[in-house]
């Protein structure tokens, strides 16, 4: 089992345990996992913080000894410097946390993907259904209010992503060119 995200309130996240037991830390804990994650540096993601890099190695330190497990590797540098990265166990626990935030502050998802993509287009909704194919498969999403809307996605991706029917998705549209209209539509104008 790995370690989750349960919920987020008021600054404190409350984390599972991959042995079952419950505790508390504060946000910012998560907000330096993410740091990592973005910077590939714990120095970086300190900075961003405004903690010292002292303090941000303390708190993730703690955290691993409260989980029993590693959640970020370093990596020492040469001439360009040293890196760090996410252990998976890491990478599961932020995105639990991520997921929890969007439950406590709707809109978190869709402005977390807006912070890192260009794509300005995002569609909440949940997967209705799936039509697995041997190298593409068909997605069909409901979205609010009411309205579907169907992708196709690799069959490698679908799994990847564990795509079934009632997992919450955001569908982001990005499109160069994407016009359709009848001859109908011309002649009534």
Known sequence: MKASVLAVRSGRVIIRGPEGGDFEVRMRVLELLDGVRRHGSLSMACRELGVTLKTGKSWIRSLESRLGIPLVLGERGGLGGGRSRL???????????????????????????????????????????????DIVSLVELDLDPGQTLKALVTTDSMKRMNLRAGVRVVAVIKATEAIVASEDAFARN
């Open 87 to 133: 252990t998976e166990h890491a990478q599961h626990l932020l995105l639990s946390y991520y997921s929890a935030r969007s439950d406590a502050r709707p809109g978190f998802i869709v402005t977390l993907l807006e912070s890192h993509l260009s794509a300005r287009n995002l569609l909440l909704g949940r997967v209705k259904s799936v039509r697995e194919g």
